[in-house]
Structure formats: C-alpha cells, structure tokens
C-alpha cells in the first residue's frame, strides 16, 4: 500500500498543472480594429477538442495572428504554429500558446512570406501530437 501512494505522489508531481498551458484569459490588447485583416481560417480540433478563429492582420508594416475567439482542451508543452504544409513537417513556432481560452496574439518575424506557411497550428511539442489547425484564407 505504502509504495502505491508513493507511485501516486509521483504521477501527481509529474503529471502536474505547471505542465500544462495556463487556463485563465489572456490580457491581450491588440486591437483589430486598427489592423488591416490579411487572412483567416476556423480553427478545428484534430483528435482534441479546440475551436475558434484565427486571422493574421497587417498593422504597422507588422504581421500578428490573432486567435479569437479561442477554447482548447489543455495539454502539455502547446506551441502555436505556422506551416507551409498540413502536417506542419516545415514549420515556424510562433511560441508557446498563452492560453487555453480567450483572445491571444501573436507576433510573426517579418521577412515571412505569408503565402508560403497557409496553416496554423496547435501543436504539443513534448509528445508530438497536433491538437487544431486552421488553413488561412
């Protein structure tokens, strides 16, 4: 009995909340308002249940994805992704996902030609699962 609640301690500790993405609603105060909207897509879980929307604007000669609004099921290690195919096999980490809730942005280098990555992605990185995509339109 002793060493199954030791082996339960452990999980616990392991497989703890400070893994997983943070579920409180991000401040975010980029406002699309003042930002010319360049493309969008729905964002739909793969296997996870995640939704929402994902648009990247133009403001300032700067491109920033904008995911709002937004709800995914949490998980460990979740980055945000953009990729040049649908398997995000060539892709460019936007960072890790802020929230698993509300609106989120985030910024894209410039130099990025757009048309080349028409996916985005919600991807945990530690198990090399997909959890949403969006296509770009």
Known sequence: ????????????????????TPTVLVNDTF?????????????????HTVSGT????????KHTLLLDPFSSQ??????VYLSKDICATN????GALQSTMGKQ??????GISLSDYPYVH???????VEFARAEMK
């Not at 010319?36 to 296997?47: E, F, P, T, W």
């Not at 949490?74 to 980055?79: F, I, S, T, V, W």
């Not at 892709?91 to 936007?94: E, G, H, K, N, V």
């Open 1 to 20: 009995m002793k060493k199954l609640v030791i082996v339960i301690c452990l999980c616990s500790v392991a497989c703890g909340i400070e893994e997983a």
């Open 31 to 47: 406002d699309p308002t003042m930002a010319q909207q360049v493309s969008m897509g729905m964002i739909m879980g793969i296997n």
């Open 91 to 94: 892709y460019l980490r936007l």
């Open 122 to 128: 919600v991807w945990c990185e530690q198990f090399s």
């Open 54 to 61: 994902a648009t990247i604007y133009l403001l300032d000669g």
């Open 74 to 79: 949490n998980g460990p290690d979740l980055k």
């Open 105 to 110: 942005s985030y910024s894209i280098p410039s």
